[in-house]
C-alpha cells in the first residue's frame, strides 16, 4: 500500500490529476509563492527493474530540467523519499490535445496549424539541445490555459533520451513510446533520432484533422504488417476535405516511413507548416530564428514534392523569410495542378519517376 503524499517541502497537494505510465499527478500549490504546479509522484517498488526505473525517472527529470523554452512544460524541483521520487513541473490546467478531441471533435486547420507549429518548435529546441523526446502524441500536448490553442506546450518527458550521454535505460525487450505514434525504427530497435518525434507529430497532426490514427489497431504486428507492406493510411482528404493540398503533402511527408524522405528536422516541419497556413492566408508566427542552414536544407527538401506543391511552398517560405504579410501565390498561365500526394513507399512519386519535366 503506497502512501499518501499530503506535503513535499514547500509544495502542499490539492487534487489528483491522473495516472501515467511513470507515475500519479497532482496539483500541487507552493506555500509561501502561491503557485499552482503539477507533481509527479512515482512511488518505489520492489521489482527486479526498480533500479532501472528509479534511475530512469531520475535521468529524465535531468533532461528536463535543460529545457527552457516557451514550448515546453518547465521542471521547477526534483524529489527523492524513502518510499518515492517527485517531479515538480509547471501546472497546465488547460487539459491536452487528447482532451480536446475526445470532448469536441477535430480541429479546424487554423488551430492545427498553431498547435503544430508551437510544438515542432518546442522539439526543435530540445533537440537542438541533443534530446529526443520519444513519445510524442496528443496527451502529451497540453495547453497551459484552458480553451487558448496558443499556449501549448510539450509535456512528458519520461522517455526521453540524449542519445550522446543518456546510459541504456530501457527495459530488454521493451519499445519506447506509444504504438499508433511510433515509425517504423522505433519497432526495429534502431537508435533513437529527433526523426522519430518528426513522425509522431505528423500522426498527431493527422488525428488532430481527422479524429483517428493513420493506423488503427491494437495488435503491434498488424502495424509493423503495414510498414512491412508499405500501405499508405486513409487518404487525409478524403477524411477531412478542408486539408489543403499543401498541408496534406507537409503531413504526409512528416509520416514517410524511410527517413530519408521525412521532413528533415522539427525546425523544417515548423516552417512547412507556416508554409501551409501562409497558402491558407493565415499568419501562424512563433519564437524562433533559422539559420541559415535551416532554410538550405528545407528549400532542397521542397524540392522533392511535386511540381505545383512545392512551387507554392517554395514561394510561401520566401516570403516568410523575408518576413512578408500572406497574399495569394502567384499561379502562371497554363501550368498544370498536379496532385501533390506522398507516395508512402518512401518518398513522393515525382522523386522516382525518371522521365519527370524538370522545373
Not at 530501457?170 to 530497435?189: C, D, I, K, R, S
Not at 524511410?258 to 507548416?273: T, W
Not at 512545392?310 to 502567384?330: G, T
Amino acid at each position: 500500500m503506497t502512501e499518501v503524499v499530503e506535503y513535499l517541502g514547500p509544495y502542499y497537494f490539492e487534487a489528483r490529476l491522473g495516472r501515467g505510465g511513470m507515475g500519479i499527478v497532482f496539483r500541487a500549490r507552493h506555500s509561501y509563492l502561491g503557485r499552482p504546479v503539477a507533481v509527479k509522484v512515482r512511488y518505489l517498488t520492489r521489482n527486479a527493474e526498480e533500479g532501472l526505473l528509479f534511475e530512469r525517472f531520475q535521468h529524465c527529470a535531468v533532461l528536463q530540467s535543460e529545457l527552457n523554452h516557451p514550448y515546453v512544460n518547465q521542471v521547477f524541483d526534483y524529489f527523492e523519499m524513502p518510499n518515492f521520487q517527485a517531479l515538480v513541473m509547471e501546472y497546465l490546467g488547460g487539459g491536452s490535445v487528447e482532451d480536446r478531441i475526445g470532448e469536441e471533435g477535430i480541429f479546424s486547420i487554423e488551430e492545427a496549424l498553431i498547435i503544430g507549429v508551437q510544438a515542432a518548435l518546442g522539439l526543435s529546441y530540445a533537440h537542438r539541445r541533443g534530446i529526443i523526446h520519444r513519445d510524442i502524441k496528443p496527451g502529451n500536448l497540453m495547453f497551459r490555459i484552458p480553451g487558448d490553442v496558443k499556449s501549448l506546450k510539450v509535456s512528458d518527458f519520461g522517455v526521453a533520451k540524449a542519445p550522446q550521454r543518456s546510459p541504456e535505460l530501457t527495459l530488454p525487450g521493451a519499445n519506447v513510446g506509444t504504438l499508433w505514434y511510433m515509425p517504423p525504427e522505433q519497432f526495429n530497435g534502431e537508435g533513437p533520432t529527433p526523426l522519430a518525434d518528426v513522425y509522431a507529430l505528423g500522426v498527431t497532426l493527422y488525428e488532430m484533422l481527422t479524429g483517428r490514427v493513420p493506423f488503427d489497431s491494437d495488435d503491434t504486428s498488424a502495424i509493423f504488417s503495414r510498414f512491412l507492406d508499405k500501405l499508405p493510411p486513409p487518404d487525409l482528404e478524403a477524411l477531412n476535405p478542408l486539408v489543403g493540398r499543401p498541408l496534406r503533402a507537409v503531413i504526409e511527408a512528416a509520416m514517410a516511413l524511410e527517413i530519408e524522405y521525412r521532413v528533415p528536422s522539427a525546425c523544417a516541419l515548423a516552417l512547412l507548416l507556416r508554409a501551409a497556413a501562409y497558402l491558407e492566408g493565415l499568419q501562424v508566427d512563433g519564437m524562433f530564428e533559422p539559420t541559415e542552414n535551416d532554410w538550405d536544407i528545407l528549400y532542397r527538401f521542397v524540392s522533392i514534392f511535386p511540381q505545383q506543391t512545392a512551387s507554392e511552398l517554395e514561394w510561401a517560405l520566401r516570403q516568410i523569410q523575408h518576413k512578408r504579410p500572406p497574399s495569394p501565390p502567384p499561379t502562371p498561365d497554363g501550368e498544370e495542378e498536379l496532385d501533390g500526394t506522398v507516395d508512402f513507399q518512401g518518398g513522393l512519386d515525382l522523386l522516382r519517376a525518371p522521365d519527370r519535366d524538370e522545373r
